[in-house]
């Protein structure tokens, strides 16, 4: 009996400490996250925070929520992410969205309307989101229907063929290389195409 | 072919080299899997006590909060096509809407061009106006194929806006429409149209400096 509660006493006076010390790094971490997005809600543009811990999107201005979006699932690949605000650099896709020509006096006397926009069913689902800072986030849509299962396969073959070798590269360069990937809802997954523009800024806050 | 035993040893080294990279790049990519708070934290912030972390966090997390306003604002979902009248965190109403097409449209002299997007960001509430005329710019002549008229009152045409409008800057207008079945739809020049019922309450809500967020 008294030794078993010797052993109770080792491991809380080692896990004390260790434990202290993670709610530390943690808070700081978090503190220097919220810094930086008060330093975003200063100017009047659309900032998106991906918030793993939470499994939260939000699109957000002027630290309003204008839109919550759930994450259904992440993985995270690579090198912690950063504390710091990041720039979306580039949206990736198979199929961009393009947009339509007006051909003038054309829509003039017709008598059928034809919608011709570029709307939210328009974007796409599957899509890469590369940020400064060597994060890359791979959206992908919840599961559902051949096409998807097809595009899950590719993107599960590029994962495990393509991501290590690319994980090794960086690693030799000594440059950093984060890939995370986030499964949302179709519509949402579209949604975020949809509102991202390129220079954007993106906080994410790690599980 | 695979009885050639020099094509096999060249296979069998090949792929120990190829399952080396990938082993260490896999190990490489899942070793931080935790994804874990570690980082470079600053000497000053590794001395701070963890309450002291814990009550700058809250200060944070209040300080952020309270930046969304206490009066009445309004947010426009353009993927969507909804409007929200909003006052804090709470709705008032909710609108559907048509946003901005995304279309091109291209001067045949080739000099000008327009693009029809709901521009995104803050904006303010400029203007209102009660049962507004369009003064109609440029492109709408040109899209219908119609000749630029150099009387400017021709341009005026009245009773397309509906009853209201209000104005957020670079003659963009939140206002009426006649076209209420297209409403939900992106088919608009940039404005956002609203349903007359809608707009009443837009209008009546808000004042000139009422702020609008448009993603």
Same mark, same amino acid.
């Not at chain 2, 809407?97 to 327009?114: E, T, Y």
């Not at chain 2, 002549?141 to 800057?169: N, Q, S, T």
């Given at each position: 009996?008294?030794?078993?509660?010797?052993?109770?006493?080792?491991?809380?006076?080692?896990?004390?400490?260790?434990?202290?010390?993670?709610?530390?790094?943690?808070?700081?971490?978090?503190?220097?996250?919220?810094?930086?997005?008060?330093?975003?809600?200063?100017?009047?543009?659309?900032?998106?925070?991906?918030?793993?811990?939470?499994?939260?999107?939000?699109?957000?201005?002027?630290?309003?929520?204008?839109?919550?979006?759930?994450?259904?699932?992440?993985?995270?690949?690579?090198?912690?992410?950063?504390?710091?605000?990041?720039?979306?650099?580039?949206?990736?896709?198979?199929?961009?969205?393009?947009?339509?020509?007006?051909?003038?006096?054309?829509?003039?006397?017709?008598?059928?309307?034809?919608?011709?926009? !570029?709307?939210?069913? &328009?974007?796409?689902?599957? +899509?890469?989101?590369?940020?400064? =800072?060597?994060?890359? #986030?791979?959206?992908? @849509?919840?599961?559902?229907?051949?096409?998807?299962?097809?595009?899950?396969?590719?993107?599960?073959?590029?994962?495990?063929?393509?991501?290590?070798?690319?994980?090794?590269?960086?690693?030799?360069?000594?440059?950093?290389?984060?890939?995370?990937?986030?499964? !949302?809802?179709?519509? &949402?997954?579209?949604?975020? +195409?949809?509102?991202?523009?390129? =220079?954007?800024?993106? #906080?994410?806050?790690? @599980? | 072919?695979?009885?050639?035993?020099?094509?096999?040893?060249?296979?069998?080294?090949?792929?120990?080299?190829?399952?080396?990279?990938?082993?260490?790049?896999?190990?490489?990519?899942?070793?931080?899997?935790?994804?874990?708070?570690?980082?470079?934290?600053?000497?000053?912030?590794?001395?701070?006590?963890?309450?002291?972390?814990?009550?700058?966090?809250?200060?944070?997390?209040?300080?952020?909060?309270?930046?969304?306003?206490?009066?009445?604002?309004?947010?426009?979902?353009?993927?969507?096509?909804?409007?929200?009248?909003?006052?804090?965190?709470?709705?008032?109403?909710?609108?559907?809407?048509?946003?901005?097409?995304?279309?091109?449209?291209?001067?045949?002299?080739?000099?000008?061009?327009?693009?029809?997007?709901?521009?995104?960001?803050?904006?303010?509430?400029?203007?209102?106006?009660?049962?507004?005329?369009?003064?109609?710019?440029?492109?709408?002549?040109?899209?219908?194929?119609?000749?630029?008229?150099?009387?400017?009152?021709?341009?005026?045409?009245?009773?397309?806006?509906?009853?209201?409008?209000?104005?957020?800057?670079?003659?963009?207008?939140?206002?009426?429409?006649?076209?209420?079945?297209?409403?939900?739809?992106?088919?608009?020049?940039?404005?956002?149209?609203?349903?007359?019922?809608?707009?009443?309450?837009?209008?009546?809500?808000?004042?000139?400096?009422?702020?609008?967020?448009?993603?």
């Amino acid at each position: 009996m008294m030794r078993l509660q010797l052993i109770l006493l080792f491991i809380t006076l080692i896990a004390g400490p260790a434990s202290a010390g993670d709610d530390k790094e943690r808070y700081i971490r978090e503190n220097r996250l919220l810094e930086e997005e008060l330093t975003l809600a200063r100017k009047p543009d659309i900032y998106f925070v991906f918030n793993l811990k939470e499994k939260m999107a939000y699109i957000k201005a002027r630290g309003i929520h204008l839109r919550e979006l759930q994450i259904n699932d992440f993985h995270c690949w690579g090198s912690p992410v950063s504390g710091n605000v990041y720039r979306l650099r580039k949206k990736s896709t198979f199929f961009k969205p393009g947009r339509e020509m007006i051909k003038p006096g054309e829509s003039k006397g017709k008598d059928n309307f034809k919608i011709e926009a !570029l709307e939210l069913a &328009d974007m796409p689902s599957r +899509y890469t989101l590369v940020l400064d =800072g060597g994060v890359k #986030i791979f959206i992908r @849509p919840s599961k559902g229907g051949i096409v998807s299962e097809i595009g899950n396969l590719f993107y599960t073959s590029i994962r495990f063929l393509i991501l290590p070798i690319a994980m090794l590269w960086h690693a030799l360069r000594g440059t950093p290389c984060t890939a995370i990937d986030i499964v !949302l809802d179709k519509n &949402d997954a579209r949604a975020v +195409y949809w509102s991202l523009s390129e =220079g954007s800024g993106a #906080i994410i806050y790690p @599980p | 072919m695979f009885k050639n035993r020099k094509f096999l040893n060249i296979l069998i080294i090949l792929s120990i080299i190829f399952f080396t990279f990938e082993s260490a790049g896999y190990y490489l990519g899942t070793r931080d899997v935790s994804f874990s708070n570690k980082g470079n934290l600053s000497r000053e912030n590794g001395k701070t006590s963890l309450n002291a972390l814990k009550a700058r966090n809250s200060a944070l997390r209040r300080r952020l909060k309270s930046l969304t306003p206490d009066e009445i604002y309004i947010v426009i979902d353009t993927g969507r096509n909804m409007l929200y009248l909003k006052r804090g965190n709470g709705k008032i109403r909710e609108a559907v809407i048509s946003a901005g097409s995304g279309s091109i449209l291209k001067d045949p002299s080739g000099k000008r061009q327009w693009i029809f997007d709901t521009p995104r960001g803050e904006y303010h509430v400029k203007t209102k106006y009660i049962a507004p005329a369009w003064t109609r710019p440029d492109w709408a002549f040109i899209e219908e194929g119609e000749a630029i008229p150099k009387d400017p009152r021709k341009r005026v045409d009245e009773g397309v806006l509906g009853d209201y409008a209000l104005g957020f800057g670079n003659g963009y207008f939140i206002h009426g429409t006649l076209y209420t079945r297209l409403l939900g739809r992106n088919v608009t020049h940039g404005c956002i149209r609203v349903g007359d019922r809608d707009l009443k309450t837009v209008y009546t809500a808000t004042d000139v400096g009422t702020r609008i967020y448009i993603f």
